[in-house]
C-alpha cells in the first residue's frame, strides 16, 4: 500500500472519529471480553488512539495481561478500530493530553503516579458510514480495490500497519 492512500486512509478515519466524545474500549479478560466507555482524547489520529486510566482498574491489569484490544466509535458513522494497548507512563505526554475534565472525573492531576496512559497503535480499521464521507470512502475503497462500490452505505476494512 503506498504512503498516498495510507495517509488518506488515517485522514478518512480522522474525520469519521474526530467528533465522536466516547469510545468504547474492549479487552480481554479471564471470563471473556468486557467493553467500556472512554473519552476521546482531543488529538489528531495518526494510527495511536490515546486514553487516561488508572492503575487500580481491571482495564490496566487486563492490558498487561493482553495487549490486543479493540477501540469502537459511534456517532455520524461507526467505526471499529483493532490494535495493540500498551502502558504509557511518561509525565511529558500525560501534561501534553491533560486537560481539567479529568481532573474533575478523576479528582487528581496528571502527576500522580497512579495515572496512566493507555496508548493503543491501530492495526486496522473497519468502518461503516452513510453520510458525506459516502462518496470519499467509496473513491478510495476503488483506488485500494480497483472495484467500485454500487452502495451509498459502505462497510470498509483498512489494514493499517502494513
Known sequence: MSNTIKQEEMETLRELIKDVDTAMLTTLTEEGLI????KTQEVEFDGDLWFFTKKETNKYKEIL??????????????????GRAEIVEDIDKKKELW?????????????????????VKAEA??????GNLAKKIAFLYKRITGQSS???DVN???????
Open 35 to 38: 467493553s467500556r466507555p472512554m
Open 65 to 82: 495481561h493482553d495487549q490486543e484490544v479493540n477501540v469502537t466509535y459511534a456517532g455520524k458513522s461507526y467505526v471499529s478500530v483493532r
Open 99 to 119: 486537560s481539567k475534565t479529568y481532573e474533575k472525573f478523576m479528582k487528581t492531576s496528571y502527576d500522580d503516579p497512579n495515572i496512566v496512559l493507555i496508548k
Open 125 to 130: 480499521a473497519e468502518y461503516w458510514d452513510t
Open 150 to 152: 454500487e452502495s451509498t
Open 156 to 162: 470498509e476494512t483498512v489494514e493499517l500497519d502494513k
